[in-house]
């Protein structure tokens, strides 16, 4: 379990979070995730990188238990950063990205994918960003690379959740294919660039980043902040309370 990276023959290398029960990452796991990118990024045998993950879904975001089972503001800090070193190590990634999404891919899942270069999912796979609900912000600078504008607000407003399926019309997800074909048709786009002068695919990574309208990076970034204004105001830990059962923000309260 964890975070696992292997290199194939073919120069394929697959990178699976496993993190029962549902893919909520704690704030090292996600530090895990860049490790292993950065890991792919800089060995020249890496041709391109495929990014799965065992269990029920993709990616559940955060371990807001982690979170409301520390004391002060250090896990909140610790998944912001680990999040904003996983998404940045996926965009800055030196080869092509390549998301195999199963079931649900919700929160930090959604800035993991938003920033690979071609998402193929299953068809039981669906996508949100219910950040709202728990007092925090974040990742919609990655769900406005999948959807329109104003379908980006629609959801993230809301906290709606998207099917796979209905992002193909937007060409954000490449296809959509049974589950147990999932693996396959991910590896099939990825022998496709492998396959190709890694020089070449290098070059074209770096250009195409070069001219992408939007710093992923710094986007992020500024969503960030309002995440901690929140947290400071005390309106993340209720509601992360009410979501974990747990009583952060009356302990907060009774040691002021």
Not at 94 to 102: E, G, K, L, T, Y
Not at 168 to 173: A, M, R, W
């Amino acid at each position: 379990m964890g975070i696992t990276s292997d290199l194939r023959p073919d120069g394929i290398r697959v990178i699976t979070m496993e993190h029962p029960p549902v893919n909520a990452l704690t704030v090292q796991g996600w530090f895990d995730v860049a490790a292993a990118l950065d890991e792919a990024s800089a060995d020249q045998a890496t041709h391109v990188v495929v990014l799965r993950a065992e269990g029920r879904g993709f990616n559940a975001g955060v371990d807001i238990k982690e979170m409301q089972h520390t004391t002060g503001f250090d896990a909140l800090i610790g998944a912001n950063k680990g999040c904003f070193a996983a998404f940045k190590a996926v965009y800055e990634c030196s080869v092509p990205v390549i998301a195999a999404v199963n079931g649900f891919c919700l929160g930090g899942g959604v800035g993991l994918v938003g920033n690979a270069d071609c998402i193929v999912a299953s068809d039981d796979a669906y996508f949100g960003v219910p950040e709202v609900d728990r007092g925090a912000l974040g990742a919609a600078t990655h769900l406005a690379r999948m959807v329109p504008p104003h379908l980006m607000r629609t959801l993230y407003f809301t906290g709606r959740t998207i099917k796979a399926a209905d992002l193909v019309p937007h060409g954000s997800v490449l296809e959509v294919v049974p589950r147990d074909q999932l693996d396959d048709a991910a590896l099939a786009v990825a022998g496709e660039i492998a396959a190709k002068d890694t020089r070449v695919i290098r070059a074209a990574k770096e250009a195409i980043n070069g001219i992408d309208p939007i710093d992923v990076n710094k986007s992020y970034r500024f969503e960030q902040g309002f995440t901690m204004e929140l947290n400071l105001s005390g309106v993340s830990d209720e509601l992360r309370d009410d979501f974990a059962g747990t009583d952060k923000a009356d302990k907060a309260k009774g040691n002021r």
